[in-house]
């Protein structure tokens, strides 16, 4: 079992930045991949970004390529997304989870633990 517990988000202005943090307790969390979801309103659920459990692996969606980076601590067993220059479309409920394997998934189907969420509001 994983536990996830969010922080961060909260209403930004355009163009800022904002940093989340998750997390974990349970399982060794250097053992497992993490994701960052998210989900905005009337939409489906999309893929953020994933690292794998050493860090050394990354992936990002198109969307936030080259404005959000995505790191994990694993000594304090926390994954972070760091989003610079937001844009009002990036509103949204923000997920972290963790992933069954230790690669990076972009699937959620790889991801069998998941956080309660936290809003990140854009404002233009």
């Known amino acids: 079992q994983v536990q996830l517990v969010h922080s961060g988000g909260g209403l930004v202005q355009a163009g800022g930045s904002s940093r989340l943090s998750c997390a974990a307790s349970?399982?060794?969390?250097?053992?497992?991949?993490m994701g960052w979801f998210r989900q905005a309103p009337g939409k489906e659920r999309e893929f953020v970004a994933t690292?794998?459990?050493?860090?050394?692996?990354?992936y990002y969606a198109d969307s936030v390529k080259g404005r959000f980076t995505i790191s994990r601590d694993n000594a304090k067993n926390t994954v972070y997304l760091q989003m610079n220059s937001l844009k009002p479309e990036d509103t949204a409920v923000y997920y972290c989870?963790?992933?069954?394997?230790?690669?990076?998934?972009?699937?959620?189907?790889?991801?069998?633990?998941w956080g309660q969420g936290t809003q990140v509001t854009v404002s233009s």
């Open positions: 989870a963790a992933a069954y394997g230790g690669g990076a998934y972009v699937s959620a189907k790889a991801y069998g633990y």
């Open positions: 690292i794998d459990r050493s860090g050394g692996n990354t």
């Open positions: 349970g399982r060794t969390f250097s053992s497992y991949g």
